[in-house]
């Protein structure tokens, strides 16, 4: 029997908006779509149920709402079939959406000895294969219910807000990590349990309860710039397309892609 050595140290990472630019399912959107899981009138209805999401408080009762539109949505798709268009499609979505910045950071701390961690809401079937692009160590994520080969609408694990603190404790206790010395970085306040379980935390391109957190209790503050692949503003078709891709593999935070338009329309107001 093997005795995980103490005083190891990790690094955890959360994915969308931390080490990617947009939402791990936002970079599938087209596969998915070209793939045929995707049909116009869900399309529709998920696009509603995003832009409701974005433009209320990200409280736990407004996100719970969406995850269950999402997972119903997703209900009756072929797992197979997912994780085979993720497989193929890997690098040229995914690559060009990391930032370098995150890269540097995660290199930085593999030399320095650490275990990189990647925790995400988002569904493991595009978490794990990004975490093997990124050379992570350790993945944890939402894992759906898979009956028959398909997903059946329901969640076998939500890795979403206090499940993530509850996570790195059982990865803690597995490892022998200690959790005084290692690391968790976030851009979302939704992430505050993971974050507080480390003694090292730190904010990457926060939102603002976030940044205010970090900034009222002296964490480190990273911006990352925009990789120039992301940062072009998407098409109507796309953002509707965008809207269902959340559908049950996890990437709540699809409404990004919405935020993202609605943010740079008044930053344009502002400037003009």
Not at 134 to 141: E, P, S, T, Y
Not at 187 to 196: H, Y
Request: aromatic share 6%.
């Amino acid at each position: 029997m093997t005795t995980a050595q103490p005083n190891r140290i990790a690094a955890f990472f959360d994915l969308d908006k931390t080490v990617i630019a947009r939402s791990s399912a936002l970079a599938f959107t087209r596969p998915f779509y070209d793939g045929g899981l995707l049909t116009r009138r869900a399309m529709l209805r998920s696009a509603v149920a995003q832009l409701q999401f974005l433009l209320a408080n990200a409280d736990e009762s407004h996100v719970d709402k969406l995850r269950k539109h999402v997972t119903d949505m997703c209900t009756g798709w072929d797992a197979a079939q997912v994780k085979a268009i993720v497989a193929e499609t890997l690098d040229d979505v995914v690559r060009p959406v990391v930032f370098p910045e995150a890269l540097e950071l995660i290199a930085q701390h593999k030399a320095a000895g650490h275990d990189i961690v990647l925790i995400s809401a988002s569904g493991i079937e595009m978490v794990e294969p990004i975490g093997e692009l990124l050379g992570v160590d350790i993945v944890r994520a939402s894992r759906m219910r898979i009956v028959d080969g398909h997903y059946s609408g329901d969640l076998d694990f939500y890795c979403y807000g206090d499940e993530k603190a509850v996570a790195v404790a059982e990865l803690a206790a597995d490892k022998g990590y200690d959790l005084t010395k290692s690391y968790s970085y976030s851009d979302s306040i939704t992430d505050l349990p993971m974050l507080e379980a480390v003694g090292h935390p730190a904010v990457v391109n926060p939102d603002k309860p976030l940044r205010q957190h970090a900034e009222a209790n002296d964490w480190e503050i990273l911006d990352f710039d925009i990789p120039s692949a992301a940062a072009h503003r998407p098409s109507p078709s796309t953002v509707g397309r965008t809207a269902l891709c959340a559908t049950g593999i996890g990437a709540i935070a699809a409404a990004a892609v919405l935020y993202q338009r609605h943010h740079s329309r008044h930053s344009a107001d502002r400037a003009a």
